[in-house]
């Protein structure tokens, strides 16, 4: 015995030493917690249950005793109709009627008709009607015209039953006019209903089984007076309560037990049922002791619990010891493979992946590898775009000794370079390195080089375009000026040929038709020949080699028009609603001023409207571009009615190579480039968008002035949209 306290006196100084085994010391704290706990749950869930049962079983006596006295009012009130509804009172149907109800309703004890005039009748009995209380209620029902009840209730007989008088008055419009009350009706007489308290709380409570229940009735009608009107005691042996009387019922009510009160309305009263429990109830028995079980059990188990973590963790310390060093020597080698820029996996002969040293972000969160990708098969961890080629190249190295490299695009944004390479120890390959090299970026460098040069080309063929229409153009701008002048001065010589002649033709066109014509078909040639003007212009502007200067004032108005003039035809192809807004109001100058590059900014706002009519899904739909001053930044705003981004797709729009029109020629750079001019230029764009709902992309660019000294980017020529420079439709 002295050895086994010695013992558990050891186990515990252990337990309680704060070095080694403070989480054994937190285990055993933890599960005496616990198990204290869950026996205060179940123990309240258990009264809780005890008050649920205790509720359902009161109500059940509370409602069969309302009924009991519902049914009594009722009936007494259905006698005054009898009388009420009878041409001529026929006294002795009038008494086989109340027999009836007597006989239907065992604790109505009696029946009384009082008339005004004429002679009372009475069945089971005579009502007391010299008591106090019945004079009293008598007095009310004539007074107020309406049913009544007594204030106190009425003992009688050996048993000391307890009665309650119901008062009825029986009214009638049309007799006794003298005798009027307010509302027009005249009083015939009244009816007075004894019900039998005692013997209906008797036959109500026999109904249910005992439970050891008891309940004491109150007049609540002055709630800070109640008023004591019986109680019941419970058959199950509560004999010692049956004394319960007016002068002691609050120290009944003051017991340490369950309660439910009920309210309901008696005539003109409102009457309580107090329920209360005695120590006879009983509920739920089988669990009466299940929160001391569930103690008892928690314990032993934390005690068994804590017993095995202590051995347990002191074994795992021991061994923690001898691994340390060989972890030393390890985390040398770690950090060189993890700090590689490269992933490396290293895969056996059976394809299982031995190590990996970092994630492999590919496709975003859902593809990515890690480290408890070890001892999967390395097939399972990569995406389908690398398992076919990767797959084969593992093969070819294992079965030829040879390293293997290639380069291969996973998905819309990832270009990788795959190296795999032998490992062999003892002259025997047992494994084989794949190294992942992420060279998107520079696959991004060759491809913006491809861009620029495409563009150049573009650019010098799109000015020699410019330069080769130029010319003609120029001839028909001098010539349709030639022909205005001649036109004027040889109108007033075919006037006069006019009204000599009367009439005649030019071209087959009646002169006086044909004086309306010319005129407009002269001022359509000049306004074509200066629309070509116009567009030579944006073509020129767009050809320059200044698409990396950002040493001038540009106006973002003057921008946002020579664009618009570029994108004329597009739009026509697409959409019947272009609007143009270009407000300048907010600024000192009325000029919308950045310090920048034109044609980077010019190139901006094509590959915005360009994306939002490609968007559209039919013609109807409509295309907003505005350009404005908002809190002293330049707001260029685009926004169309088309099908709308998907939120899963919107983090990824402004990435390299995302495209959602690879089928039709989309390159994915429209929205980079955008974004990586508009962050040379020191301003943000935003995305909103809903699918189904379009999108709106907004742009800010700080506004800025033009001083002394700082050059302004060459005009553009002023582009208008119908007549109006400031806003149109296009």
Partial sequence: MGEALHSISGLLKRLISPDRHLVTLLVLVLGVVASFAAWRMMDRQLALYHQVEFNW????????????????????????NFVENAEVLDLVRLRSFYQKLLFDHPWLSSLSWLPEKGVAVSVE???????GAIQESLQRARTLRRMTASFQLSRYGEGNAVKVYIVVPVLSPHLFVGDRSSDGSSLLGLVVGTIDISQLANLSISILEPRGVEFLLQDMTIPHEPQFLDFYASRLGSAHHEGVMATNWQEWRRRQTLYLSEYFQVAD????????ATPQFRSAEGFSHAPSAALLVGLLLTFVTTYFFY???RSLIE??????ELAKSETTLRVFFEQSPDTILIVDRDGLVRAINRELPILGEKNRISSPATGKHFVSILPQELLDVCQSAVGMVLQTGQPQQFSHQVGK???????????????HLIETMVLFTNVSERRTLELKALRNARLASMGTLAAGIAHEINNPNNAVTFNVSLLKRSWHDALEVLQDYHQTVREFSLAGVPFHRAVEAIPRLLSGISNGAERISKIIESLKALARDDMGSMGHFVDVGEVVRAAVTLLEHQVKRHTDHFTVKIDGGATEDGLLLVWGNFQQLEQVVINLVMNALFALPERSKAVWLQADCVDGMVRIMVEDEGCGIDPNVQPFVFDPFFTTRSDRGGTGLGLSLVQEIVTNHRGSIQLYSKPGEGAQFTILLPLDRVEEGRPRAPRARSVR??????????
Wanted: contains cysteine; proline residues 1%.
């Fill in 57 to 80: 079983v009161a109500q059940n006596r509370n409602r069969i005793f309302q009924r009991g006295i519902t049914s009594a009012v009722d009936a007494i009130q259905l006698s005054g």
């Fill in 125 to 131: 009995g005579e009502a007391d009607l010299q008591s």
């Fill in 269 to 276: 009263r409102v009457w309580s049922i107090t329920c209360a």
């Fill in 311 to 313: 051995w347990t963790r």
């Fill in 319 to 324: 061994r923690t010891a001898l691994y340390e």
């Fill in 413 to 427: 944004f990832y270009w990788w370079e795959v190296r795999i390479a032998p490992i062999r120890r003892e002259n």
């Fill in 721 to 730: 949209a119908h007549g109006n420079e400031r806003s149109g439709h296009v």
